[in-house]
């Protein structure tokens, strides 16, 4: 049911931090699933430099996690997500899912100055290792980033704060600290997981001609935003039947808006609904645009 999204500079100890949740929770009797960005990234044939790189090999690796995550969410097994998780606006995506799923999440940031992250870095041997003796997994983690990769993704690194729902409960762990286990253990199983909101119901997928009518929507909706655009109209568009209006910034292009909306319909295609009605649709897929467009 729960899960831990870990976020943290590179080398600020982030895969130390998740073995020991591995472990603490598995002590206790619970199933741990852990997901590895470093062995997402080796499975996907990239090398890890190589990889963070480029940014559509990093969307590709971030779409496979957050997909695994979804797929393992349940009423009992706890989900680690070790992975940078340096985008507010992916840790938000993971927030929307386990709250429609009806469970309760928390935040470790792994914090540590970047000289000191980058000492560690220089102290890892380059060599891939394979994790728990066995020979179909391998983990890069002991790859140390390039001086450019490590300052690129130290730049880039949007720090989670607690005044934010998507990061809250958040926990702050330096490398010299002892980890809160049983605080997490509290925050995750003593609280009540948050209602599902309109903005994390998923669109229904019941009616035969449903997913033909929510494409002719989407489309609809890029067109009206496109429409605005061309005739100069850079604030909010309001949309036919959503009380939320398109606030998209203006230098988003029409492939930039419909690379969005294929990324919602496959969400909706893979999230099965109860009720064939195609009311919602517009306002989720407004707020969808604002809350992607706008990270």
């Not at 496979?64 to 995550?69: F, L």
């Not at 997490?184 to 948050?194: G, M, N, T, V, W």
């Not at 669109?203 to 001609?209: D, K, M």
């Not at 429409?227 to 203006?250: C, D, F, H, L, Y």
């Amino acid at each position: 049911m729960p899960m831990i999204v870990i976020s943290g500079l590179p080398s600020s100890g982030k895969t130390t931090r998740a073995k020991e949740l591995q472990k603490f929770f598995s002590d206790k009797g619970k199933k741990v699933h852990f997901i590895s960005e470093n062995i997402s990234i080796a499975n996907a044939g990239f090398a890890k430099n190589e990889y963070f790189a480029d940014s559509q090999k990093e969307k590709q690796v971030r779409s496979d996690i957050k997909s695994e995550a979804l797929r393992l969410l349940n009423k009992d097994d706890v989900v680690v997500v070790d992975a940078g998780n340096y985008i507010k606006g992916y840790r938000y995506e993971l927030f929307c899912a386990t709250k429609a799923a009806r469970s309760t999440q928390c935040t470790l940031f792994c914090g540590i100055q970047e000289a000191r992250a980058w000492e560690f870095n220089q102290q890892r041997t380059g060599e891939d290792v394979v994790p728990n003796g066995t020979n179909n997994i391998t983990d890069n983690s002991n790859v140390p980033y390039t001086r450019e990769i490590f300052d690129a993704l130290c730049m880039r690194f949007e720090e989670p704060h607690g005044n934010c729902r998507w990061d809250s409960p958040l926990f702050v762990v330096f490398p010299d600290d002892t980890l809160e286990l049983e605080a997490i253990h509290d925050a995750l199983y003593e609280s009540k997981p948050l209602p599902p909101n309109q903005s994390t119901q998923n669109p229904p997928l019941s009616a035969t001609n449903y997913l033909f009518e929510l494409d002719k929507l989407t489309q609809q909706i890029i067109a009206d935003v496109l429409a605005a655009r061309k005739i100069g109209n850079t604030g909010p568009v309001p949309v036919k039947s959503s009380q939320v209006k398109v606030e998209v910034p203006a230098g988003v292009n029409a492939i930039q808006l419909n690379r969005l909306r294929r990324q919602f319909l496959n969400y909706t295609k893979l999230h099965h609904a109860t009720t064939s009605t195609l009311d919602k649709v517009p306002q989720l897929f407004v707020q969808f645009l604002n809350s992607n467009c706008n990270e």
